[in-house]
């Protein structure tokens, strides 16, 4: 069975500061996801990462993944407030690239 | 326009009713899914079609099923319901399976 783990599932951080969101994932796999939600709303893909090595950049995020160590990085760079969110890895096996398991989720506060 | 809708948003019921939920994709997407959220933010999958084909069907009670009439609609229709099937329900589409996922609104379910 896939298991995916978020950590931390947690973090407050202030405004202009870096950190980075770990996943780690249990089963091989070339095919992971970030999302996020807003409280009380959907969930929004931020980055389909299909590839060793793979990075993508949005704004202050950044995702890389590194399917030999089974783990991908979510990083944020200068935070600011409406970065506030939840951020949900997930994985896809590669014998099954519809069955998504999803992280516990990161609960990020930016605060100023 | 958008994208992946769902009804009814709020659906608000007593346990042992049956009720459905539909879902429609405006995007030309060939896979669809639903998912499960509890109420402490876990995601989990349940089922999945492609081109109206079920491909991915998680282990979820016999009191769910799906129905997909056509490629832009999924339904999901929830026999004898019960409390712990109070979470929020969301739909999503991609281009193909496995591909960036686009989600509904959810359709937040209570049963009393």
């Known amino acids: 069975e896939l298991k995916v783990e978020q950590n931390p599932l947690f973090l407050s951080m202030q405004e202009g500061k870096n950190y980075t969101i770990y996943c780690n994932y249990s089963t091989t796999s070339d095919r992971l996801y970030w999302y996020r939600q807003d409280p009380g709303k959907s969930l929004e893909s931020l980055f389909v990462l299909l590839s060793n090595g793979a990075v993508k950049q949005e704004g202050r995020l950044m995702a890389s993944l590194d399917t030999k160590a089974r783990l991908s990085t979510l990083h944020i760079t200068a935070a600011v407030h409406d970065l506030s969110a939840t951020y949900f890895c997930a994985v896809a096996p590669s014998t099954n690239a519809g069955k998504s398991t999803f992280g516990d989720g990161t609960t990020l506060t930016v605060k100023p | 326009d958008t994208a992946v809708s769902q009804t009814p948003k709020y659906l608000v019921t007593q346990m042992g009713n049956d009720k459905s939920i539909k879902c429609e994709q405006n995007?030309?997407?060939?896979?669809m899914y639903w998912y499960k959220q509890d109420s402490k933010k876990f995601l989990k999958i349940m089922f999945s079609y492609n081109n109206k084909e079920l491909i991915i069907n998680e282990t979820v009670p016999n009191r769910f099923s799906p129905k997909s009439p056509d490629k832009a609609h999924l339904n999901l229709h929830i026999n004898s319901l019960e409390l712990g099937d109070s979470a929020v329900y969301f739909c999503?589409?991609?281009?193909?399976?496995?591909?960036?996922?686009?989600f509904g609104p959810g359709t937040r379910l209570t049963v009393t």
């Open positions: 999503a589409s991609s281009q193909v399976t496995g591909g960036r996922q686009y």
């Open positions: 995007l030309g997407h060939d896979t």
